[in-house]
């Protein structure tokens, strides 16, 4: 669908030079540059590459447009799919077309609410194991988040006990492969050095080691008649609608490897943000802990007030960040031209703090989120993207975060570090650290097992 009224115009922003020159800027300081450039072109800029266009946005009506309304014309990028797809397989999130349409058909049913709801007990369990080793004193909590979400994608796949020398393996193999992948797309001037070097074969090896760990697991149960009740079932169970067929061995490797890989650090940031904004909103925190402290799993779940601070921590630093699409054909936005081939950069960090829509944008205020309230932020918060794309695993996370939330805040109390995390937007917008001061409640030490 085109939206026009008539003549069309190019899109403000830079020339050829300005625009080499903004792009080496960016490198560095992504959002500030970012920032300043939606500020002087009121929220959509143009960046002309030579060879590359960009377009980038926080305009919530662009976002939807290049999302939902024309998403036809749009297609992720070939740096998401071709060069991820190269180190994290073809899965879910590294695919286009009509590839992509019928994994997410075969897929989508075993995210579906009911099947999630059947995976709370086990999300509980790893939550009350993870909180019975919790450090209390001055604690960096991001990687405990990280090892936190990496559990719950693992346990919910595979409800049995993953050897803890492959859990360890497949943890490794896939951050290892992450950094490297981050790295690389950072730095493509220094790619022939990669190569040359052996630094891109040996995390291509890496890769292939993770995806060696997935195969044994998927093989342990296919040899047993027995049931879990996991993700992994889900899997193994889905059968294509045209030709009543399961997945290939080969294909629920690279499914399972994205889920690992899209389910993991995204939550983890998430968490990771949304202790640090608790332990800075002291109200907040003791607002939360008392709505939330008698709830039963099932009650935590589908809590407004839990999926309140999750929300409004997603806005403050949403784990997506930003998004890229490519438009397949020439297409018009209010009277502005975005030709074929152009890269449109949906950047969800601004939209979400724009002072045309958010009031005192920058003030953690999870009240936004709860009852009428809600609605006016649907246009204009995109923490799970939006459209068939939508991410597929929205309510599987919600439901992680908001049992973890509930338990932690129950049996610790937590207070500002001395030090502030700083922001790194990579793939994914991570904290550097996360410095706490955790206490543990004295009434319940321990978590029941
Ligand atoms: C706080 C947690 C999470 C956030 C913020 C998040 C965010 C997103 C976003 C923004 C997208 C769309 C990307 C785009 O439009 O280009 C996406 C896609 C995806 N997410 Fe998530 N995600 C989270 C958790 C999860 C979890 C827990 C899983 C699985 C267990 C998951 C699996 C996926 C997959 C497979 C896709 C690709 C879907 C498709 O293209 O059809 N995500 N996620």
Known sequence: MRQTTGTTA????????????????????????????????????????????????????????????????????????DYLGRFLGKGLLTVNGDYWLRQRRLIQPGFHMDKIQALYTIMQNTVNRFLAGFPTGTVN???????????????????????????KQLGSFISEVQEFVIKDVRQPYNRWWFRLSGEMNANLRK??????????????????????????????????EDTGEPMAESQVVD???????????????????????????????IALREATATLTLNEAVMHPALSAVVKESMRLYPPAWIS?????????????????????????????????????????????????GEKNTRKIFYPFGAGPRLCIGNNFAMAEMSIFLQAFLKHFDIHPGSTQPVVRPLVTLRPDRVELQVDARLSNRHPPA
């Open 255 to 285: 499914e399972i490897l994205i889920l690992l890989i899209a389910g993991h650090e995204t939550t983890a940031n998430a968490l990771a943000w949304a202790l640090y904004l608790l332990a800075n909103n002291r109200e907040e925190l």
């Open 324 to 372: 890229d699409r490519v438009a397949l054909e020439d297409d018009v936005y209010n009277n502005y031209r975005i030709r074929k081939g152009t890269v449109v950069v949906s950047f969800y960090y601004g939209l979400h703090r724009d002072p045309k829509h958010w009031r005192e944008p920058l003030a953690f205020q999870p009240a936004r989120f709860l009852g009428e």
């Open 10 to 81: 190019p899109l403000p922003g830079y020339g050829f030079l300005r625009s080499l020159v903004r792009t080496y800027k960016s490198a560095r300081k992504p959002i500030q540059t970012m920032q300043e450039s939606m500020r002087r072109f009121d929220g959509t800029y143009f960046v002309n590459l030579g060879m590359m266009r960009v377009v980038a946005t926080q305009d919530p009506g662009l976002i939807e447009h290049v999302l939902k309304n024309n998403h036809r014309n749009y297609q992720k990028s070939s740096i998401q799919t």
């Open 207 to 240: 890769a292939e080691g993770a995806r060696e760990v997935i195969r044994f697991l998927i093989r342990q149960r296919t040899g047993q008649n027995t049931k879990h009740n996991d993700l992994l079932d889900m899997l193994l169970d889905a059968r294509y």
């Open 141 to 167: 909590v991001y990687p405990l988040m990280h090892r936190l979400a990496f559990d719950m994608v693992i346990d919910t796949l595979f409800n049995v006990d993953v050897p803890a020398d492959k859990r």
